[in-house]
């Protein structure tokens, strides 16, 4: 059974960069069927998908917020990560990260709230 | 981008009844469409891939149906435990999107 679980600040100052980190277990991440993603949920609103990785390292990211996000992979340690710069308040959300199986989320983290502000 | 809408928002039904929940997608997608359930505080959880196929694990009162544009989650005989979010999700083309919910509350 694998397992993700997100980690990192759960408050970030605005314009900075916001950090993330998912570490899978129960399954190597260098499994090429796979691509990993990260997905955000604002309180109260709907999902929005940000970007995924590839097991070879190919990125795609959503073209809303692509200038700002780099998703990468860490396949010694079994973790993938999300940056996002120059956060505002309208980054303030709950980030999961997930397993994807041909663009279907097959699997989630429990997610963590991450929130901008001063 | 494709745009997921779905209707209604929000939906009142009676344990043992039926709900019924319509996504629709701005362009043709095939069978490219997915549904999720998720409980507050809780991440969502793939109900049905492929437009109709249940993901193991999945009762067998949550059916989906549909191709191209119109879709359609039904949920029969509801139960308490159905109380959720239920958003639909195209896997056509990247960027992936998805609906804006339809939040089912069980009478």
């Known amino acids: 059974q694998v397992q993700l679980q997100e980690s990192g600040p759960g408050l970030v100052k605005p314009s900075q960069t916001l950090s993330l980190t998912c570490t899978v277990s129960?399954?190597?991440?260098?499994?090429?069927?796979?691509?990993w993603s990260w997905i955000r949920q604002p309180a109260g609103k709907g999902l929005e998908w940000i970007g995924r990785i590839s097991t070879s390292g190919s990125t795609n990211y959503n073209p809303s917020l692509k200038s700002r996000v780099t998703i990468s992979l860490d396949t010694s340690r079994n973790q993938f990560s999300l940056m996002v710069d120059s956060v505002t308040a309208a980054d303030t959300a709950v980030y999961y990260c997930?397993?994807?199986?041909?663009?279907?989320?097959?699997?989630w983290g429990q997610g963590t709230l991450v929130t901008v502000s001063s | 981008d494709i745009q997921m809408t779905q209707s209604p928002s929000s939906l009142s039904a009676s344990v043992g009844g039926r709900a019924t929940i319509t996504c629709r997608a701005s362009?043709?997608?095939?069978?490219?469409l997915n549904w999720y359930q998720q409980k507050p505080g809780k991440a969502p959880n793939l109900l049905i891939y492929?437009?109709?196929s249940l993901q193991d694990g999945v009762p067998s009162r949550f059916s989906g149906s549909g191709f191209n544009t119109d879709f359609t989650l039904t949920i029969s005989t509801l139960q308490p435990e159905d109380s959720a979010t239920y958003y639909c999700?195209?896997?056509?083309?990247?960027?992936?999107?998805f609906g804006g919910g339809t939040k089912v509350e069980i009478k």
């Open positions: 999700q195209q896997s056509h083309s990247t960027p992936l999107t």
């Open positions: 362009q043709s997608i095939g069978g490219r």
């Open positions: 129960g399954g190597s991440i260098s499994r090429s069927i796979y691509y």
């Open positions: 997930a397993r994807v199986l041909e663009a279907t989320v097959m699997g």
């Open positions: 492929g437009a109709s």
